[in-house]
């Protein structure tokens, strides 16, 4: 089966600019994740989908990141404006059962950087 | 609050020595520990994982238990080869909602030839 893919694999964008992440999910996989790595530390939470629900965005930084899912597909991950300290890898997962304990499938990630 | 904490990297390695990578952790109740890893330009892949004290997670040559009383999970390998270069991260299932990981910092290991 398909892995879980993230689109672009790189972006370079200047402070004060917009920019949409994407992540598409393993086909039938309810839940869907975002996690995000900045600057070499620990791999953060961001916010949980089940189907095209948020059942938690207790991480998301700040009302400058937007999230969404329509339709329980792919999801899209928007920054605007963007600030030097969005700089990071943003990792998308996703599973079929939303219990941590089995394991979930990440994609490659999105490294993206804030000029 | 949860939290993990890793050895820091890089580690760097001669083929066929043997790999301690230290992982302790803080969390209320008992969580589920966990091993991933990123290969250069792949995702995170569940490398093993362990559910209750005293267990043993093991998979492709790599070990690690899980020790309640000194609260660690150390990822342990008798014999790396160049592949198992990678970035290796000890995670744990949040106590606030076992959809989600609370991870480490990740440690670098480099194997050279």
């Known amino acids: 089966e398909a892995g879980v893919t993230q689109f672009p694999s790189h972006s370079v964008i200047e402070k004060g600019q917009t920019v949409t992440l994407r992540c598409d999910p393993i086909?039938?996989?309810?839940?869907l994740y975002w996690y995000r790595r900045v600057m070499g530390k620990e791999i953060k939470f961001l916010l949980h989908?089940?189907?095209?629900?948020?059942?938690?965005e207790s991480g998301m930084p700040n009302n400058r990141f937007l999230a969404e899912r329509t339709g329980g597909t792919y999801s899209t991950l928007k920054v605007q404006p963007a600030e030097l300290e969005d700089s990071g890898v943003y990792f998308c997962?996703?599973?079929?059962?939303?219990?941590?304990?089995?394991?979930?499938?990440f994609g490659s990630g999105t490294r993206l950087t804030v000029v | 609050g949860d939290s993990v904490t890793q050895m820091e990297g890089p580690v760097t390695l001669s083929e066929e020595a043997f790999l301690t990578i230290n992982c302790t952790y803080t969390?209320?109740?008992?969580?589920?520990l966990f091993w991933y890893v990123q290969y250069p330009g792949e995702g995170l892949q569940l490398l093993l994982k362990?559910?209750?004290?005293?267990d043993k997670g093991s998979n492709k040559g790599f070990e690690a238990t899980y020790r309640k009383e000194t609260t660690s999970f150390h990822l342990e390998k008798g014999s790396v080869q160049v592949s198992d270069s990678a970035v290796y991260f000890c995670?744990?299932?949040?106590?606030?909602?076992?959809?989600?990981?609370?991870f480490g910092t990740g440690t670098r290991l480099k194997v050279l030839a």
């Open positions: 989908f089940v189907k095209e629900s948020k059942q938690d």
């Open positions: 969390a209320t109740g008992y969580p589920s």
């Open positions: 362990a559910t209750k004290a005293d």
């Open positions: 995670a744990l299932t949040s106590t606030s909602g076992t959809y989600k990981y609370i």
């Open positions: 086909s039938g996989h309810d839940n």
């Open positions: 997962a996703s599973s079929q059962r939303g219990i941590s304990n089995y394991g979930y499938t």
